[in-house]
T-cell receptor, first 116, second 115 residues
């Protein structure tokens, strides 16, 4: 069955620390897509990254980086030199190629608190 | 351009009342999704439209929930005879096309409180 697990419910770090948010997924499909979204206190989900199952290259975008490992079914997200503005709930999501609709299956989210 | 908009942003309904939640997707977006987000949880899929066709309603929790997108743009999620367990944030998202998992753009949500 398809599932996304974000085991870390809440993480607190001090500004400028690095932090990694874990995401583990389960799927039987060979074609699937993984996403990370940020949900700040305002509530609107903000798209961060999309990765398909055939592309295991890691990606870096400014202070953000993502590590996709099919062998461990993980798609982890690292924020380098965290800032207070990074405080939010972060969601990992899975979209399966065979579903036809490409609906998202979300994890339960990780709340990140960055303290000044 | 404008993002996804939803109205109302907040809705308080007495148990048993009907409510209608509106979503205006990004212009030209083919795919439209509704999700329900309970407090402290991740969003859960409700239903999916490709243009005006409702292709997947497997996530609708009961026959009290009904969604439509008659002209392939604006969508309405209707909940009849609301119950307390319907209290949640209802999120609408749109995506440029169908046929692959493009990123979805989310609206700010409608927070429904059933008293």
């Amino acid at each position: 069955a398809q599932k996304v697990t974000q085991a870390q419910t809440e993480i607190s770090v001090v500004e400028k620390e690095d932090v990694t948010l874990d995401c583990v997924y389960e799927t039987r499909d060979t074609t699937y897509y993984l996403f990370w979204y940020k949900q700040p206190p305002s509530g609107e989900l903000v798209f961060l990254i999309r990765r398909n199952s055939f592309d295991e290259q890691n990606e870096i975008s400014g202070r953000y980086s993502w590590n996709f490992q099919k062998s461990t079914s993980s798609f982890n997200f690292t924020i380098t030199a965290s800032q207070v503005v990074d405080s939010a709930v972060y969601f990992c999501a899975l979209s399966e190629g065979d579903s036809g609709t490409y609906k998202y299956i979300f994890g339960t989210g990780t709340r990140l608190k960055v303290l000044a | 351009g404008a993002g996804v908009s939803q109205s109302p942003r907040y809705k308080v309904a007495k148990r048993g009342q009907d409510v209608a939640l509106r979503c205006d997707p990004i212009s030209g977006h083919v795919s439209l999704f509704w999700y329900q987000q309970a407090l402290g949880q991740g969003p859960e899929f409700l239903t999916y439209f490709q243009n005006e066709a409702q292709l997947d309603k497997s996530g609708l929790p009961s026959d009290r929930f009904f969604a439509e997108r008659p002209e392939g743009s604006v969508s309405t999620l209707k909940i009849q005879r609301t119950q307390q367990e319907d209290s949640a944030v209802y999120l609408c998202a749109s995506s440029f096309t169908s046929g692959t998992a493009h990123e979805q753009y989310f609206g700010p949500g409608t927070r429904l409180t059933v008293t």
